[in-house]
Protein backbone atom coordinates (compact mmCIF):
# COMPACT_ATOMS: atom_id res chain seq x y z
CA UNK A 1 0.00 0.00 0.00
CA UNK A 2 1.16 3.20 -0.58
CA UNK A 3 -0.39 6.81 0.26
CA UNK A 4 0.75 9.69 -2.00
CA UNK A 5 0.14 13.67 -0.65
CA UNK A 6 0.90 16.62 -2.89
CA UNK A 7 2.00 19.91 -2.07
CA UNK A 8 3.19 22.92 -3.50
CA UNK A 9 0.29 24.36 -5.33
CA UNK A 10 -0.66 27.90 -5.62
CA UNK A 11 -1.98 30.59 -7.40
CA UNK A 12 0.89 32.17 -9.68
CA UNK A 13 0.97 34.45 -12.53
CA UNK A 14 1.41 33.56 -16.32
CA UNK A 15 5.31 33.25 -16.63
CA UNK A 16 5.46 32.20 -12.72
CA UNK A 17 6.93 28.85 -11.35
CA UNK A 18 5.78 26.26 -8.99
CA UNK A 19 7.16 23.73 -7.63
CA UNK A 20 4.98 20.70 -6.65
CA UNK A 21 6.29 17.80 -4.41
CA UNK A 22 4.58 14.55 -3.65
CA UNK A 23 5.29 12.78 -0.42
CA UNK A 24 4.50 8.77 -0.63
CA UNK A 25 4.52 6.54 2.46
CA UNK A 26 6.38 2.96 1.74
CA UNK A 27 9.45 1.26 2.07
CA UNK A 28 9.49 0.45 -1.65
CA UNK A 29 9.14 3.94 -3.00
CA UNK A 30 12.28 3.08 -5.14
CA UNK A 31 10.06 0.52 -6.94
CA UNK A 32 7.58 2.48 -8.07
CA UNK A 33 7.28 4.57 -11.32
CA UNK A 34 5.85 7.97 -10.35
CA UNK A 35 3.35 10.13 -12.44
CA UNK A 36 2.00 13.69 -12.43
CA UNK A 37 -1.94 14.24 -14.28
CA UNK A 38 -3.85 17.34 -14.10
CA UNK A 39 -7.99 17.58 -14.62
CA UNK A 40 -9.18 21.06 -15.42
CA UNK A 41 -13.04 22.05 -14.88
CA UNK A 42 -15.00 20.26 -16.96
CA UNK A 43 -11.92 18.47 -18.39
CA UNK A 44 -10.55 14.85 -18.48
CA UNK A 45 -8.05 14.00 -16.10
CA UNK A 46 -4.61 14.12 -18.38
CA UNK A 47 -1.01 12.84 -18.93
CA UNK A 48 1.78 15.75 -17.70
CA UNK A 49 4.77 13.46 -16.67
CA UNK A 50 6.20 10.33 -15.45
CA UNK A 51 9.61 9.29 -14.10
CA UNK A 52 10.68 5.48 -14.07
CA UNK A 53 11.51 3.93 -10.55
CA UNK A 54 15.23 5.07 -10.73
CA UNK A 55 14.50 8.79 -12.07
CA UNK A 56 16.69 8.04 -15.14
CA UNK A 57 13.69 7.88 -17.64
CA UNK A 58 11.51 10.62 -18.11
CA UNK A 59 8.60 11.36 -20.23
CA UNK A 60 6.46 14.72 -21.14
CA UNK A 61 3.20 15.11 -22.94
CA UNK A 62 3.54 17.82 -25.18
CA UNK A 63 1.79 20.79 -24.01
CA UNK A 64 4.60 21.13 -20.69
CA UNK A 65 7.65 19.57 -22.77
CA UNK A 66 10.73 22.49 -22.28
CA UNK A 67 9.13 23.95 -19.40
CA UNK A 68 7.86 21.11 -17.11
CA UNK A 69 10.39 18.39 -15.36
CA UNK A 70 9.96 15.47 -13.00
CA UNK A 71 11.89 14.63 -10.93
CA UNK A 72 12.65 12.07 -7.92
CA UNK A 73 13.68 11.39 -4.57
CA UNK A 74 14.54 8.17 -3.30
CA UNK A 75 15.85 8.37 -0.39
CA UNK A 76 13.40 10.98 1.01
CA UNK A 77 10.44 9.12 -0.78
CA UNK A 78 9.35 12.45 -2.69
CA UNK A 79 8.70 12.94 -6.29
CA UNK A 80 8.77 16.89 -7.45
CA UNK A 81 7.14 18.33 -10.90
CA UNK A 82 9.24 21.54 -11.26
CA UNK A 83 6.66 23.99 -13.78
CA UNK A 84 8.38 27.05 -15.31
CA UNK A 85 7.16 29.83 -17.84
CA UNK A 86 3.01 28.78 -16.48
CA UNK A 87 0.49 29.11 -18.76
CA UNK A 88 -3.15 30.10 -17.84
CA UNK A 89 -3.90 26.86 -19.50
CA UNK A 90 -1.99 25.19 -16.96
CA UNK A 91 -4.70 25.60 -14.05
CA UNK A 92 -5.89 21.86 -13.02
CA UNK A 93 -6.04 20.14 -10.06
CA UNK A 94 -2.50 18.23 -10.19
CA UNK A 95 -2.60 14.66 -9.32
CA UNK A 96 1.13 12.15 -8.27
CA UNK A 97 0.33 8.58 -8.93
CA UNK A 98 2.21 5.69 -8.33
CA UNK A 99 2.55 2.08 -9.97
CA UNK A 100 4.82 -0.42 -9.19
CA UNK A 101 6.79 -1.17 -12.19
CA UNK A 102 10.43 -0.17 -13.48
CA UNK A 103 9.49 1.43 -16.89
CA UNK A 104 7.85 4.88 -17.57
CA UNK A 105 4.12 4.48 -17.62
CA UNK A 106 1.56 7.52 -19.06
CA UNK A 107 -2.12 5.99 -19.44
CA UNK A 108 -3.90 6.90 -16.20
CA UNK A 109 -5.54 3.11 -16.36
CA UNK A 110 -2.22 1.44 -15.51
CA UNK A 111 -1.50 3.64 -12.02
CA UNK A 112 -2.42 1.95 -9.03
CA UNK A 113 -2.37 4.46 -6.16
CA UNK A 114 -3.44 8.21 -6.58
CA UNK A 115 -2.57 11.28 -4.05
CA UNK A 116 -5.78 14.07 -3.14
CA UNK A 117 -4.17 16.76 -5.58
CA UNK A 118 -3.00 20.10 -5.45
CA UNK A 119 -4.62 23.03 -6.81
CA UNK A 120 -2.47 24.92 -9.62
CA UNK A 121 -4.25 28.24 -10.99
CA UNK A 122 -2.20 30.62 -13.20
CA UNK A 123 -3.51 33.87 -13.50
CA UNK A 124 -3.13 35.89 -16.86
Known amino acids: QVQLVESGGGLVQAGGSLRLSCAAS????????MGWFRQAPGKEREFVAA????????YYADSVKGRFTISRDNAKNTVFLQMNTLKPEDTALYYC?????????????????WGQGTQVTVSS
Open 97 to 113: AATYTKVVLTREETYTY
Open 26 to 33: GRTFSSYA
Open 51 to 58: VSWSGFNT
